[in-house]
């Protein structure tokens, strides 16, 4: 198996566990799991060829869509209401 593919395994593993954590507890690890798809999904296109990384980045872009979509409004400008469970 391959080095990209047992980190893309341990991603999933750890995206799992953080969905599992109350919605104030997930920040932080979901923003370093935000970040960190990216780069791995590049690395498995890289190892594995562009078709991979499309798949990878279909996968991403469904599990992170709320988060992408919050950040897509704030860089154009608006800005968008948070959940009742994300206001301090």
């Known amino acids: 198996m391959s080095i990209s593919?047992?980190?893309g395994f341990f991603w999933v593993l750890a995206a799992t566990v953080v969905?599992?954590?109350p919605m104030r507890r997930q920040m932080v690890p979901g923003?370093?799991?935000?970040i960190a798809a990216p780069v791995l999904i590049g690395f498995i296109?890289?190892?594995h060829?562009?078709?991979f990384a499309v798949l990878g980045l279909f996968a991403f872009v469904s599990m992170f869509r709320n988060p992408l979509r919050y950040l897509w409004k704030r860089a154009r400008g608006e800005r968008p209401e948070?959940?009742?469970e994300l206001r301090r």
């Open 5 to 7: 593919l047992l980190l």
């Open 19 to 21: 969905a599992m954590l």
């Open 31 to 34: 923003l370093v799991l935000l």
């Open 45 to 47: 296109g890289y190892q």
């Open 49 to 51: 060829g562009a078709i």
């Open 82 to 84: 948070l959940p009742p």
